[in-house]
């Protein structure tokens, strides 16, 4: 009797841990889907670097707002090819799952907020007046810095999701 109980408690665990195994699957995008988010997070990466250099120009001692909006040229450029690799990964309807769904939010979002972000320090450029914006500019570009980094994120995280 106790031989039979030591296997059924023994089979109730293998189920148990099978059954979360077959669950801990991936879901991974895959072909010209993927190589949108690669895309994206590449782009969001170069975003990143950009934001990067504008703050510690912001830092110099003496920044003039021409080199400043020149820098900013560069960023939005990099928020155009986010919004167009977005459009394109959204034409190709991959389909999610709900975890993916989630990161592809999220990563919508941080475009949004990264636009914002960019148009706020481009309309503080256009004054033509840095040193009394500099401490909002030097703020604009770290916020850029991070929104940048959810969208690369998300991108990758996009790729491939565990699901539940």
Do not use: H
Not at 33 to 49: F, G, H, K, T, V
Not at 77 to 95: M, S, T, V
Not at 133 to 146: F, G, S, W
């Amino acid at each position: 009797m106790r031989v039979s109980v030591v296997f059924s408690v023994l089979a109730l665990f293998l189920t148990f841990s099978f059954s979360s195994y077959a669950m801990d699957t991936k879901c991974v995008v895959v072909g010209p889907a993927a190589s949108d988010l690669s895309l994206i997070a590449r782009e969001a990466a170069d975003a990143q670097n950009q934001a990067d250099e504008i703050e510690a120009y912001l830092r110099n001692s003496s920044p003039n707002w021409q080199t400043l909006a020149y820098q900013m040229d560069y960023l939005d450029e990099n928020i155009r090819n986010l919004q167009k690799f977005i459009a394109g990964f959204e034409r190709r309807e991959p389909r999610l799952t709900d975890a993916q769904s989630q990161q592809l939010e999220r990563l919508k979002a941080g475009l949004a907020t990264l636009t914002v972000f960019a148009n706020n320090t481009n309309r503080l450029i256009a004054e033509k007046q840095l040193m009394p914006y500099r401490d909002a500019l030097v703020a604009n570009a770290k916020a850029m810095n991070v929104r940048a980094g959810i969208i690369r994120d998300a991108a990758r995280s996009l790729r491939v999701v565990k699901s539940a």
